[in-house]
Antibody
Framework: QVQLVESGGGVVQPGGSLRLSCAAS????????MHWVRQAPGKGLEWLAF????????YYADSVKGRFIISRDNSKNTQYLQMTSLRTEDAAVYYC?????????????????WGQGTLVTVSS | QSVLTQPASVSGSPGQSITISCTGT?????????VSWYQHHPGKAPKLIIY???MRPSGVSNRFSGSKSGNTASLTLSGLQAEDEADYYC??????????FGGGTKLTVL
């Protein structure tokens, strides 16, 4: 069965950096685009970024463009989110989510599987 | 990238039906047949319940149904059960590879 396991969350100071990982199993990772979504405390879900199955294309939400970078290593069945210049408002649970259509040039527009999330706290 | 508008909360008694609306614009909900809905029990992974406006993934109860009219999408849940109590989010493709969520709706089963 599909499993997505996020890791790398923790406490970081404002202005700091953190790299999240998402280990995937149960499907052919190299054939599917992947996303990152977050949920700040008491808030709703916010889409952050998408990466194409082959890593050749990335899309970002305006709120993280220029600060966050999505990447993937298909040999390790893992995607990453490199977060820099972190702000207090970036504190959230960060979820990894799978795009359903294989070998798609862009996002399908929805997510068929999600991980359980990893918590990022931004505080001095 | 604006947030889609959902009611903050809805409630219903067991066996009743409820509808959650999701209002966007002609740049997202109204322009694409790519609205999806997710059920989220706090502390768990969100679960896809509707995609492409009205399609139900395999294994999702047929008590869930989706529709769209203009810039507003809707999720209807019939035959309410206690385990349906959760947060529900709509999401739409918004062009240029981006996606936008609604603010979420807390469903309370009375």
């Amino acid at each position: 069965q599909v499993q997505l396991v996020e890791s790398g969350g923790g406490v970081v100071q404002p202005g700091g950096s953190l790299r999240l990982s998402c280990a995937a199993s149960g499907f052919t990772f190299s054939r599917h685009g992947m996303h990152w979504v977050r949920q700040a405390p008491g808030k709703g879900l916010e889409w952050l970024a998408f990466i194409r199955y082959d890593g050749s294309t990335e899309y970002y939400a305006d709120s993280v463009k220029g600060r966050f970078i999505i990447s993937r290593d298909n040999s390790k069945n893992t995607q990453y989110l490199q977060m820099t210049s972190l702000r207090t408002e970036d504190a959230a649970v960060y979820y990894c989510a799978k795009d359903p259509r294989p070998l798609s040039s862009t996002t399908s527009g929805w997510f068929d599987y999600w991980g359980q999330g990893t918590l990022v706290t931004v505080s001095s | 990238q604006s947030v889609l508008t959902q009611p903050a909360s809805v409630s219903g008694s067991p066996g009743q039906s409820i509808t959650i609306s999701c209002t966007g614009t002609s740049s997202d909900v109204g322009n694409y047949n790519l609205v999806s809905w997710y059920q989220h029990h706090p502390g768990k992974a969100p679960k896809l319940i509707i995609y492409q406006g009205s399609m139900r993934p395999s294994g999702v109860s047929n008590r869930f149904s989706g529709s769209k009219s203009g810039n507003t999408a809707s999720l209807t849940l019939s035959g309410l059960q206690a385990e349906d109590e959760a947060d529900y989010y709509c999401c739409s493709y918004a062009g240029s590879g981006t996606l936008v969520f609604g603010g979420g709706t807390k469903l309370t089963v009375l």
